[in-house]
């Protein structure tokens, strides 16, 4: 079996009957100027932390840059934005007391050094125009150096990516290929609402340099403007036999940057895992024992609005405080894993057959915001609240009191 069909089988595996939902949050840690946390400080402290939680510590080019526990993991972003990726739960609640947990050992020892734990799509500072990316340094992994070095002859945003920005990331679980595909279909069709309900800015007149009028969306831009042989939506997503062999073929024949072999980074720039299987540097003696890391690898390289691996993971979010990122699981929940609200989403939409008009509804919500007119001439506004009641619909209990705080500092992005 080659590889192609390994990553075939290896996306297949992940088919469960589980509603999970791993929640994963990129923080932004600032001194009182608004300055980044130093990496040499930063990784002093997942050291010390992480023996003392005996955790995990994990190593990338020799540099302690996370730690993983049995409830969540810490990794150590490009210009060292700190994440958490909470294991898959069903219980929002459990979610919850996870973050919690985490945000109780780790504020105290911020505070104590002067620093403050953000959640912004942007680094304030940035927004408020007092820097550029131009003077942030990125973390000594050779991974980022090699992603600097291609990424900044792609797109004329790579370095506000890589530097200057944060996320809100939700895995789904998929029972099936069609499963997967409606799953993926609906939420594609759904994105542009879901942009602009989880934007998080701190400075509203802000735009990115050359895109002056589009306002909003700040982290999309950035993305979308990045290479599209790794970003934007999956091609072919939206039509009827999409399914496993088109996302192991995408990935396949993505170029893939960086080659990372027992935990160490080599430049390999435009080939793919094709060329370099073909050309003998992925061996076969790689193929044979570590198939599944080099899935990982592979995938880990392709920054698609949805990357699909043994989940689908929802990457249209900006970095929102907890509040705010469990009454976005809660929303997901109560669209994606109720069936009824999925299938009429399905069909409500149905007539919604090309990426490029999700896209277009995209653009106008970076100019117009909430005010934009998407589908059916109704404003992005107005879609928002349909689906955040029809999610109601889907939910029971504190599931409900979660999906309210969705909605949060909407006030101050609506204009």
């Not at 973390?139 to 890589?162: A, H, I, N, V, W």
């Not at 609402?193 to 701190?202: C, D, V």
């Not at 062999?245 to 080939?271: C, H, R």
């Amino acid at each position: 079996m080659g590889f192609k069909e390994d990553i075939v089988s290896y996306i297949q595996s992940g088919e469960s009957n589980n509603k999970n939902l791993g929640l994963e949050i990129e923080h932004f840690v600032v001194d009182e100027k608004g300055n980044q946390i130093g990496f040499d400080e930063i990784t002093d402290l997942i050291s010390t932390v992480s023996d003392k939680l005996n955790a995990k510590t994990n190593y990338s080019d020799g540099y302690p840059v996370g730690y993983t526990t049995d409830e969540y993991a810490i990794t150590l972003e490009p210009s060292c934005q700190f994440e958490i990726s909470i294991n898959p739960y069903e219980d929002l609640e459990k979610i919850e007391y996870i973050y919690k947990e985490f945000f109780k050992v780790w504020e105290p020892l911020f505070k104590e050094r002067g620093y403050q734990i953000l959640t912004n799509g942007n680094l304030p500072k940035v927004e408020q125009g007092l820097i550029t990316p131009d003077n942030i340094t990125l973390t000594p992994k050779l991974r980022y150096k090699y992603m600097d070095e291609y990424l900044s002859k792609s797109g004329k945003f790579s370095r506000y990516m890589m530097r200057a920005s944060a996320s809100t990331q939700l895995s789904i679980d998929y029972k099936s290929e069609k499963d997967l595909a409606k799953k993926l279909r609906v939420l594609e069709k759904i994105s542009p609402i879901l942009t602009i309900i989880m934007e998080s800015k701190t400075n509203n007149d802000f735009t990115l340099p050359g895109n002056e009028g589009q306002k909003h969306l700040l982290r999309i831009q950035e993305w979308d403007d990045l290479d599209p042989a790794r970003t934007g939506f999956l091609k072919g997503s939206l039509d009827e036999d999409f399914g496993y062999k088109d996302i192991a073929d995408i990935n396949y024949n993505m170029p893939l940057i960086l080659l990372t072999k027992d935990g160490e980074s080599e430049y390999v720039g435009d080939s793919s895992a094709k060329d370099l299987i073909e050309k003998g540097v992925i061996t076969e003696n790689d193929l044979k024992e570590k198939t599944t890391s080099l899935i990982e690898h592979v995938f880990s390289m392709g920054f698609f609005h949805y990357r699909i691996k043994t989940y689908i993971e929802v990457r249209l979010a900006d970095s929102v405080p907890i509040d705010k990122a469990l009454g976005f699981t809660a929303l997901l929940k109560g669209l994606i894993y109720d069936e009824h609200n999925l299938n009429y989403l399905d069909e409500k939409l149905s007539y919604i057959r090309s990426l490029d008009q999700i896209q277009s509804a995209i653009d106008q919500i970076k100019v117009d915001g909430f005010d934009a007119k998407i589908y059916d001439g109704k404003t992005a506004y107005e879609w928002s609240e349909e689906i955040i009641e029809l999610a109601d619909s889907g939910l029971e209990g504190k599931d409900k009191e979660y999906l309210k705080n969705v909605r949060t500092f909407w006030s101050d992005i609506k204009s």
